[in-house]
């Protein structure tokens, strides 16, 4: 089992996320603690006032929200009965068991597990202390509930099998069929949640793949220079969409502030997949001596790379990016090395009118093989060969016809000749 813990400042927006993926055949309710009622009877602001009221006996208490996600192995099946009284003698051993609390088992993955919403402030408004929770508290609940339960440990797991564990899908961006700031946010969050990034341009190298764009705004603007950020939808060519959505406004926060965090992060995280990614580029290019743009692309992308080209309006390359989907690592081609970057790619790749003539000239050369050498005039100087269409040409004469004796040809009078009788 895994568990990951986010504490935040608004409940609001952790229940409406879960709200909404019920809204969507997602997800679904299954537990409440210490409402009173059954949950199937809970209403959503009967949900929210429960915990809202609770956090307004204290309002020093900034960080007053928590949301927690229990992840199990895709092996493990799991009634909701059982997932949701695991929830609850987790809430207990980690201090939580007296809070109002709501779990919701969500079927957006390939592994069974369920997300929990609750408060850390209490009835008399003293707040539970949040600091190590995760590292104290809830890593030796988990153990204990691994056994209790006979889970399928953590630490049993491959770091490869354990990334199993964490959604995967996500679905591009489609203007217009979904309710747009719902779709942003579920985007937005699946990407800062399982990518390794270093930059706003290689968070965006991987947004744009869903239709959906962090965007600054022009380098001198106010929000630009008071490291402002809003997300925007985008069609396939980059054409921004409808109404752009505030960073501040999507849960979980992902303002500038906050990535930029996050690069420092991902900085060391991404380490342990740079040479195994330069390998995988080493082998397309390796492959051929000679690559066009289209080549390298659909190479790539069977080493599950993407690759993205940077052009400015004159279509002159300036910068190229590699997502590595499986690592789900983003790096520059530059943080790569110069052999990476976007000068030496270009110079190594060919366009299509170079490929154009190079198929000319290869013709030529299997022509010249089987016909041997042209000349200007276009004949070939081969002897034996024109020999022998000289033998086996047919020929015949022009006033020939099949089956007819030539004339008799008549006689010349010469001049002065006379006539005999």
């Known amino acids: 089992m895994v568990a990951k813990i986010t504490t935040g400042k608004t409940i609001r927006g952790i229940l409406n996320y879960n709200e909404n993926k019920v809204k969507e055949s997602q997800a679904q309710c299954i537990g409440a ?28 208490v900034k960080t007053n929200s928590v949301h927690i996600s229990l992840n199990f192995d895709p ?48 009835e008399n408004g003293k707040a539970i202390s949040l600091h190590n929770i995760g590292r104290g508290r809830s890593e030796l609940a988990r153990k ?46 699946t990407i800062v949640r399982q990518y390794n990034f270093t930059s706003l341009t290689e968070f965006n190298a991987v947004l744009k793949q869903y239709n959906v764009i962090a965007d600054r705004g022009y380098e001198h603007t106010r929000m630009y220079q008071g490291k402002g950020l809003v997300y925007s939808a985008v069609d396939d060519q980059g054409k921004k969409l409808g109404v752009s959505i505030k960073a501040s406004a999507i849960y979980n926060k992902p303002t500038l502030n906050n990535l930029e965090k996050r690069f420092l992060k991902n900085e060391q995280g991404r380490k342990l ?18 690559l066009s743009r289209n080549d390298l692309e659909h190479l790539l992308k069977n080493e599950n790379i993407k690759v993205l080209f940077r052009e400015n309006q004159q279509g002159k390359i300036y910068g190229i990016t590699y997502i590595d989907q499986y690592k789900k690592s983003v790096f520059n081609g530059s943080d790569l090395g110069k052999a990476y970057a976007a000068n030496a790619i270009t110079e190594r790749l060919v366009t299509i009118d170079q490929l154009k003539h190079q198929q000319v000239m290869q013709n030529q050369n299997r022509q010249t093989q089987l016909t041997g ?32 004796l030539p004339k008799k040809q008549k006689r010349k009078k010469k001049r002065g000749q006379q006539q005999r009788f």
């Open 33 to 60: 603690g210490s409402y009173g009622i059954e949950h199937e009877e809970l209403s959503f602001y009967q949900k929210l006032n429960r915990l809202e009221n609770l956090q307004e006996k204290n309002s020093r």
């Open 75 to 122: 092996s493990e099946k799991l009634n909701k009965p059982l997932l949701a009284e695991i929830a609850s003698r987790y809430m207990e051993k980690i201090g939580f068991g007296n809070q109002p609390y709501l779990v919701y088992e969500h079927r957006d993955a390939g592994h069974p597990h369920v997300h929990i919403l609750t408060t850390n402030v209490q």
């Open 144 to 189: 204990e509930l691994e056994i209790e339960y006979g889970l399928i440990q953590a630490e049993s797991r491959s770091q490869k099998q354990m990334q199993g564990l964490k959604p995967f899908q996500i679905e591009k961006l489609q203007y217009g069929q979904t309710e747009t700031k719902r779709a942003i946010t579920n985007i937005v969050n």
């Open 273 to 290: 997949y740079k040479e195994m990614l330069k390998e995988r580029i080493d082998k397309v290019l390796n492959s051929s001596p000679k």
């Open 373 to 404: 050498p042209i000349t200007q005039q276009g004949e070939h100087t081969n002897l034996n060969q024109r020999i022998l269409e000289d033998l086996l040409q047919s020929r015949r004469l022009d006033n020939y016809v099949p089956g007819q």
